[in-house]
């Protein structure tokens, strides 16, 4: 995914910087970590609080096969209403800031 289409993603937080990490992208602001591109998908930070949000509105967690059983990470597709309506987009970036910001 381009980097440029990623920051226009969470201009209502700001500015963004995007890193290569696993394979895909980390997206940061302030230091923090709050998205990952991975395979053209943009995922979520979300935690304990944030996450019953993101499964209400049918978005998918991010869930990969481990060595010995399937492993759930904290990121949440953004869920499919968000994707081409700005301002429900940035509802969802402002809850994976505050994860963000929550994460230790």
Known sequence: ????????????????????????????????????????????????ESA?????????QWIYEGKNKPVAMPYWSIPDSAIDDPDELSTWVRLAWEAALRAK
């Open 1 to 48: 995914m381009d980097n440029d289409l990623i920051r226009d993603m969470f201009d209502s937080l700001g500015e963004v910087t995007i890193k290569r990490m696993f394979g895909g992208k980390g997206v940061y602001h302030q230091g923090r970590i709050l998205a990952l591109e991975f395979h053209d998908e943009i995922l979520l930070k979300a935690d304990t």
């Open 52 to 60: 019953p949000e993101f499964a209400a509105a049918d978005a998918q």
